[in-house]
C-alpha cells in the first residue's frame, strides 16, 4: 500500500525525467520554412520580371540624362552661334565706321585749308591829280563774309589817302588837261571756303561711330532673342 503511493506521487517525476533523458538523446534536425520555399520555388518569373522591369527603369534614366546632355550641348552650340554672329556684325560695322573715318581724313587732308595766301593785286596805288593838289590813293580790298553766301564783290574802301602838296617849281596843270584814268581796275576777291576743324571733323566721327555701334548691338540682341523664340 504505501509502495502503491509512493509509486503515485513520484509517477509525474519520473515522466518528467523520461521525457529530459529523451530530448537529451534527441538528434538534430533541420527545419525548412515551407512558405519561403513555396515562394522560391514558384517565383522564377516573378523575380525575372522584376529584373526585366529594373532594366527597363535603368534604360529610360539613362536616355532622358542622354537627351538633357543633348540639349545643353545645343543650347551651348546656339549660343556660341550667336556670339559668333553678333562678333561679325560688330566687325562689319567697324569695317564701315573705320573705312568712313579713312575717307574723312583724306578728304580732309585734300581739302585741309591752310590759311590765306598773298596774291598779287589786291592793293593798288592810283595817283589823282587835279588843279591844286596830287593825291595818291592805296586801294585794299577788305574781306566779308557776306560774299561767301551772296557770291557779290563788295566796293573797296579807302583806307589811306596821302595828299602832298605841289612843288613851287613844278607847273601847274593845265585846265584842259584831263585828269589820268586809273591804272588799274578793282579785282574782283576770290571766294573763300571754311572747313570744319580737325577736332570738330573727329568729334562728329566719333558720334557716328557711337550710333553704330548701338544700331550692331541693337541687331545682334534682336537676332539671338528671333533664334531663342524659333527654337
Same mark, same amino acid.
Given at each position: 500500500?504505501?509502495?502503491?503511493?509512493?509509486?503515485?506521487?513520484?509517477?509525474?517525476?519520473? +515522466?518528467?525525467?523520461?521525457?529530459?533523458?529523451?530530448?537529451?538523446?534527441? &538528434?538534430?534536425?533541420? %527545419?525548412? $520554412? @515551407?512558405? *519561403?520555399?513555396?515562394?522560391?520555388?514558384?517565383?522564377?518569373?516573378?523575380?525575372?520580371?522584376?529584373?526585366?522591369?529594373?532594366?527597363?527603369?535603368?534604360?529610360?534614366?539613362?536616355?532622358?540624362?542622354?537627351?538633357?546632355?543633348?540639349?545643353?550641348?545645343?543650347?551651348?552650340?546656339?549660343?556660341?552661334?550667336?556670339?559668333?554672329? +553678333?562678333?561679325?556684325?560688330?566687325?562689319?560695322?567697324?569695317?564701315?565706321? &573705320?573705312?568712313?573715318? %579713312?575717307? $574723312? @581724313?583724306? *578728304?580732309?587732308?585734300?581739302?585741309?585749308?591752310?590759311?590765306?595766301?598773298?596774291?598779287?593785286?589786291?592793293?593798288?596805288?592810283?595817283?589823282?591829280?587835279?588843279?591844286?593838289?596830287?593825291?595818291?590813293?592805296?586801294?585794299?580790298?577788305?574781306?566779308?563774309?557776306?560774299?561767301?553766301?551772296?557770291?557779290?564783290?563788295?566796293?573797296?574802301?579807302?583806307?589811306?589817302?596821302?595828299?602832298?602838296?605841289?612843288?613851287?617849281?613844278?607847273?601847274?596843270?593845265?585846265?584842259?588837261?584831263?585828269?589820268?584814268?586809273?591804272?588799274?581796275?578793282?579785282?574782283?576777291?576770290?571766294?573763300?571756303?571754311?572747313?570744319?576743324?580737325?577736332?570738330?571733323?573727329?568729334?562728329?566721327?566719333?558720334?557716328?561711330?557711337?550710333?553704330?555701334?548701338?544700331?550692331?548691338?541693337?541687331?545682334?540682341?534682336?537676332?539671338?532673342?528671333?533664334?531663342?523664340?524659333?527654337?
Amino acid at each position: 500500500m504505501a509502495s502503491s503511493n509512493l509509486a503515485r506521487l513520484t509517477r509525474a517525476h519520473s +515522466a518528467v525525467a523520461a521525457k529530459r533523458h529523451a530530448k537529451r538523446r534527441q &538528434l538534430a534536425e533541420v %527545419v525548412f $520554412d @515551407d512558405e *519561403a520555399r513555396r515562394e522560391f520555388l514558384t517565383g522564377f518569373h516573378k523575380r525575372k520580371k522584376a529584373k526585366t522591369e529594373a532594366a527597363r527603369k535603368k534604360a529610360k534614366e539613362r536616355e532622358k540624362q542622354e537627351r538633357l546632355q543633348d540639349r545643353r550641348e545645343r543650347r551651348q552650340a546656339l549660343r556660341e552661334q550667336a556670339q559668333e554672329n +553678333a562678333h561679325k556684325v560688330e566687325q562689319a560695322y567697324a569695317a564701315a565706321i &573705320l573705312g568712313d573715318a %579713312v575717307d $574723312d @581724313d583724306d *578728304a580732309g587732308n585734300d581739302d585741309e585749308w591752310h590759311g590765306v595766301t598773298p596774291s598779287s593785286g589786291t592793293e593798288k596805288d592810283a595817283q589823282y591829280q587835279g588843279e591844286e593838289v596830287v593825291a595818291t590813293v592805296t586801294v585794299v580790298e577788305d574781306f566779308d563774309p557776306s560774299t561767301l553766301t551772296t557770291a557779290e564783290p563788295v566796293p573797296a574802301q579807302e583806307t589811306s589817302e596821302e595828299f602832298t602838296e605841289p612843288n613851287s617849281t613844278s607847273k601847274p596843270p593845265s585846265s584842259h588837261e584831263k585828269p589820268p584814268q586809273k591804272l588799274a581796275k578793282r579785282k574782283v576777291k576770290e571766294k573763300k571756303i571754311y572747313y570744319e576743324t580737325k577736332q570738330a571733323r573727329k568729334h562728329q566721327r566719333e558720334k557716328q561711330r557711337g550710333r553704330k555701334l548701338e544700331k550692331a548691338e541693337r541687331a545682334g540682341g534682336k537676332a539671338a532673342r528671333q533664334k531663342r523664340v524659333k527654337r
